[in-house]
């Protein structure tokens, strides 16, 4: 039976010059898990808004054709009409939170659905532990990782229990074992439930085994729209970025220079936060002409320790030292863009240079972007202008906090490619992308609970 049902969609933001949508058709069937794949600013983020009734709704712009979820037209269905049927995770999971600690952030929707009191919570607390984040119900929601938030995001979706899920990019942020026991969780939604689950997704290593379907977007057009083995040997043939394995290249291998960042025994615990150091006698060298991964599970310190290792963050004890200057890349650069013009932005950092500016632009593959608005590229285009902002820099110390957030496999080739090509800075990725990890790594470490537990 047809969940949803979309016709002839074609779909333009408001100024821009090209559709985010062009004439797209598909049925969305109870039970059926669906990956979405395709480059950065192909329409598949515009497709689960159109899916959810964000589109037109909230974003204006022009919208033809029809989109019917639940057996209704969405251009007669406000969102907040649709919020019982259909569910939605998406790639920012920062801009969803409203509440200021967890277990209210996760009863907001319920509160909102008119749910009975009494049911509330222990369905709040029930779609914590699904997800594995029950410890966290009394946390503070700006005091959590940004995996640790995505996780509280989709108990927030699950507690509603929609016949429609939607999944913006829903592992981007989150370590390996969580990520399997999330999809393990959505495959198990559909077939028991009935739910169905429409999933965008750039790390396809980790989504295309639990895919009963796959579409590939485009330019707004949909190329493909086939069950799981078909569209693999489509991709074989049209798109072999996308499958799974597909690897980024190798690490350089060089030879370590001088050290370029020392940390030496240092603690830090967030003010207000959990009573248990967020890093605890943590000690890293960092050398020029070497890629250091620092791996590990959700809050386990890795982005407080990225941060001391900038000089974003004082250590409680302990010291930090730099030879040089250092550059950090956030784990959600969009709440930091300063400027209304692509250009601009990057050239911020070197005094207003455009021709240092449009070199790094073009490096990520964002040459022809360089007068829009920030605001107007898609999540993973802000990534890679972030990635430019830092690099443009020069830096000596290079520090970035999940570079791959977003990045389409072809992208991520070419953000491998420069990562390597840093023979002159020493460079710290963050990251729980694993295929990243095995193309730039040269030294990996791990964190558990605060602490550094291993090399490799």
């Known amino acids: 039976m047809a969940v949803a049902v979309v016709s002839g969609l074609t779909y333009s933001y408001p100024g821009a010059s090209?559709?985010?949508?062009?004439?797209?058709?598909?049925?969305?069937?109870?039970?059926?898990?669906?990956?979405?794949?395709?480059?950065?600013?192909?329409?598949?983020?515009?497709?689960?808004?159109?899916?959810?009734?964000?589109?037109?709704?909230?974003?204006?712009?022009?919208?033809?054709?029809?989109?019917e979820v639940g057996g209704r037209d969405t251009r007669?269905?406000?969102?907040?009409?649709?919020?019982?049927?259909?569910?939605?995770?998406?790639?920012?999971?920062?801009?969803?939170?409203?509440?200021?600690r967890v277990l209210g952030e996760v009863a907001f929707g319920l509160e909102n659905l008119g749910v009975p009191p009494s049911e509330i919570a222990p369905r709040a607390l029930a779609a914590l532990a699904v997800v594995g984040a029950g410890h966290l119900s009394d946390r503070p929601t700006d005091q959590l990782s940004g995996g640790e938030l995505q996780r509280v995001c989709l108990a927030s979706t699950l507690a509603l229990e929609p016949r429609v899920l939607l999944f913006d990019e829903p592992t981007s942020q989150l370590d390996p074992e969580v990520a399997h026991d999330l999809l393990d969780l959505a495959l198990a939604l559909a077939a028991e439930r009935g739910i169905a689950v429409v999933c965008s997704e750039q790390r396809t290593a980790r989504l295309l085994p639990y895919a009963g379907r796959v579409l590939f977007l485009d330019e707004g057009r949909l190329r493909l729209d086939a069950p799981r083995a078909e569209a693999l040997a489509w991709l074989a043939t049209n798109e072999p970025a996308y499958l799974p394995g597909a690897s980024l290249g190798e690490p350089t291998?060089?030879?370590?220079?001088?050290?370029?960042?020392?940390?030496?025994?240092?603690?830090?615990?967030y003010p207000a936060g959990p009573a248990k150091a967020a890093v605890a006698h943590a000690s890293l060298e960092l050398r020029r002409g070497e890629v250091v991964a620092l791996v590990g599970p959700n809050g386990s310190g890795k982005s407080t320790l990225a941060k001391l290792a900038a000089g974003l963050l004082e250590p409680a004890t302990g010291v930090v030292s730099r030879a040089g200057r250092a550059s950090y890349l956030s784990q959600d650069p969009g709440r930091y863009l300063a400027r209304d013009q692509v250009e601009d932005e990057v050239a911020l950092g070197v005094g207003g240079d455009r021709r240092r500016a449009r070199v790094a632009l073009a490096a990520v593959g964002l040459?022809?972007?360089?007068?829009?608005?920030?605001?107007?590229?898609s999540s993973g285009e802000r990534e890679r202008l972030a990635v430019a902002a830092v690099f443009v820099t020069e830096p000596d110390v290079l520090i970035l906090d999940e570079p791959t957030r977003g990045v389409d496999p072809v992208r991520k080739r070419q953000l491998a490619d420069l990562i390597r090509a840093g023979a002159v800075r020493a460079t710290l990725v963050v990251t729980h992308d694993e295929d990243l990890v095995r193309g730039v790594a040269d030294r990996v470490l791990r964190m558990e609970r605060g602490a550094l537990v291993a090399e490799g």
Do not use: W
Request: charged letters at 20%.
């Open 18 to 67: 090209r559709p985010a949508l062009d004439a797209v058709s598909l049925t969305v069937e109870q039970g059926e898990l669906i990956v979405v794949l395709g480059p950065s600013s192909s329409g598949k983020s515009t497709l689960l808004r159109a899916l959810a009734g964000l589109v037109p709704h909230f974003y204006g712009g022009r919208f033809a054709g029809s989109v």
């Open 367 to 377: 040459e022809a972007d360089g007068n829009r608005h920030p605001r107007d590229l």
């Open 76 to 100: 007669r269905t406000r969102p907040a009409e649709l919020a019982g049927t259909v569910a939605c995770l998406f790639q920012d999971p920062e801009s969803q939170v409203v509440m200021g």
């Open 253 to 269: 291998r060089r030879v370590p220079g001088d050290v370029l960042c020392s940390v030496r025994d240092a603690c830090y615990g």
